[in-house]
């Protein structure tokens, strides 16, 4: 983020162009997406969780005007970190319980002389007793919903983004190599799972989380148990580890043990398709349209059932953001967006990469430490 780079990297030029376009004088940023995106800085632990919910009485604020200088809005015990990490300097401090951050950023506004102008708050994650009370200080402004807007804006990267993504997928690619191999029969869920989170943890990331689980496993997100790996299991893992606030986020496929002639098979075929979904991400590409092709073409290789997600963005705070590569999306991917592939049909074979959207050289691998070209054999 900010701190790790010396400057912000976020998006600031496409900001300021889309809120021209849109006529938006100021957005006030609620979410963990937004709120750290612009913030330059991310919350961990217990301040973390009060960027999520829409009901929680210690809710932060970015309040960012065009023309003016950004103000953080925020509680005593959120301050001090903002002091140390974020790049914005401004910033006004609220008392915890007994005071709206929502009235100190009404203040903000009028201060600002922009208490009758068009303003973007998220309608997502403004709780409905929020937005009436946000009309009520603010009656003479426009008040709109700016979530696609931000959508919009995130999803093309700065140079310092997508280096901060790189180093995201290097960590967890190398948490990957150190556990992955070493797994035995006999080794549980639970076990190897927490190994792969300490690994992350020593090596920097502020938090990770995901799922690893046995292909005998049919409750494939229902946490790692006490099964335990036999020979010849599929290990399917799917993790992020966010280093500075921005993700690694890989899905790599393992055997324990050697794997057999008709496994190894499967997976080739599932490599294929997940290569040649990867090659369809080019500036122009209709999201649902890469969708499509990844979902025909397991169908095509006897797959039976449909693919739920072949892809989605990337970004600060959480991994999964616009653009979705699903069947009602109409987005048209764009140079400079990062996306995660994970075309699969099915709870094992699972595999997924990041790649930047390029216009003259096709998409760009983010996390090529760990090589797909043969599944990873375990023990």
């Known amino acids: 983020m900010a701190n790790a ?35 330059g800085f991310a919350y961990p632990g217990t301040l973390a969780r009060h960027l999520e919910f829409p009901d929680s009485p210690r809710e932060v604020l970015l ?32 008392d915890d319980y007994a005071e709206s951050p929502y009235e100190r950023a009404a203040d903000v506004l009028r201060q600002l002389g922009l208490a009758d102008e068009t303003v973007g708050f998220e309608k997502s994650y403004v709780n409905a007793n929020r937005w009436e009370e946000i009309g009520r200080l603010l009656p003479r402004a426009r008040i709109v919903d700016c ?5 919009r804006v995130r999803w093309i990267k700065t140079p310092e983004e997508v ?22 029969p006999g080794d549980t869920e639970r076990f190897v799972h927490s190994r ?3 690994s992350c943890l020593r090596r920097g990331a502020n938090w990770a989380h995901g799922i690893l689980n046995s292909g005998r496993n049919t409750v494939g997100y229902g946490g790692e148990s006490d099964m335990a790996f036999e020979a010849g299991d599929i290990i ?18 393992v055997c324990v043990g050697t794997p057999s002639d008709e496994q190894q098979r499967t997976y080739r075929i599932v490599l294929d398709i997940y290569r040649a979904t990867i090659d369809r991400c080019v500036p122009g590409a209709r999201t649902a349209d890469i969708y499509h092709f990844a979902n025909d073409s397991f169908h095509q290789a006897g797959f039976q059932g449909n ?24 987005r048209i991917l764009e140079e400079g967006m990062v996306v995660a592939l994970e075309p699969h049909i099915g709870p094992v074979w699972h595999l997924q990469d990041m790649v930047l959207v390029t216009k003259d050289d096709g998409p760009r691998l983010l996390s090529p430490l760990m090589s797909t070209d043969k599944m990873l054999v375990a023990g």
């Open 5 to 39: 780079f010396g400057k912000i990297i976020a998006n600031v030029e496409r900001l300021h162009r889309l809120m021209d376009e849109e006529g938006v004088s100021a957005i006030v940023a609620r979410s963990g997406k937004n709120f750290t995106y612009l913030a």
């Open 236 to 253: 399917r893992n799917d993790y992020v580890a966010y280093l500075d606030g921005y993700p690694g986020h890989q899905s790599r496929t």
């Open 163 to 184: 280096a901060a993504l790189e180093a995201g997928a290097k960590l967890l690619d190398e948490a990957y190599l150190e556990v992955l191999p070493t797994v035995r």
């Open 196 to 198: 792969i989170i300490e």
């Open 147 to 151: 979530t696609e807007l931000m959508d």
């Open 307 to 330: 693919v739920a997600l072949a892809g989605h963005g990337v970004g600060a705070w959480w991994h999964q953001q616009e653009p979705y590569m699903v069947p009602s999306s109409n």
């Open 63 to 94: 309040v960012w005007p065009r023309n003016s200088e950004p103000v953080l809005v925020l509680n005593s015990y959120a301050a001090p970190l903002a002091r140390r990490d974020s790049w914005l300097e401004r910033i006004e401090v609220v």
